[in-house]
């Protein structure tokens, strides 16, 4: 089967299988993938937007592994966008990166960077590690819980605001 190039998403070490035959990618600022991806190493999108519809990684709510990086003004959408626990590695690098998904649980590796603000909407319960660069803020508005790992740069914050949030179970 062939497949046409992607523009500016970086794909190192991902296989790609078709589900259905090969479908074609269109060049461009918009590139939805509807194939298996079976995910070796990173998908990083650092342009445009990508969606991700049928993942390996994926079983029943949970992002099960992987490494997924979304670089500044990069849309990722995984699985259409349903609301995930993260058991693999997220990156938001920098402004306007932006994983449609709503993570509400982090039991891998959940990091913003280079100057991203996060705020789930909904709770955010921690059993993992939260990184948070310099110059980004981390606001917990909708409560949760966290027995998991908050790494906050010198320059980084952590925000809690309205509802109460519990770390390690209260």
Not at 37 to 47: G, H, I, W
Request: glycine share 12%; with cysteine; charged share 15%.
């Amino acid at each position: 089967h062939e497949f046409k190039p992607l523009t500016d998403v970086r794909k190192p070490g991902m296989r790609l299988r078709p589900l259905l035959g090969p479908q074609p990618a269109n060049e461009g600022a918009h590139v939805e993938l509807s194939l298996f991806v079976q995910l070796l190493d990173v998908v990083e999108a650092r342009s445009g937007t990508l969606d991700l519809p049928n993942l390996a990684q994926f079983s029943v709510g949970t992002l099960t592994g992987g490494t997924w990086k979304v670089f500044t003004n990069s849309t990722l959408t995984l699985q259409g966008g349903v609301a995930i626990t993260n058991n693999g590695t997220i990156v938001l690098d920098g402004v306007n990166s932006i994983l449609t998904n709503d993570v509400t649980t982090n039991t891998g590796s959940f990091t913003i960077q280079n100057g991203r603000n996060f705020n789930p909407p909904a709770a955010f319960n921690n059993s993992g590690i939260v990184n948070i660069g310099d110059n980004c803020t981390f606001t917990l508005s909708n409560g949760g819980t966290s027995t998991g790992d908050w790494d906050v740069a010198a320059i980084g914050a952590l925000q809690i605001v309205k509802a109460p949030y519990f770390f390690d179970g209260g």
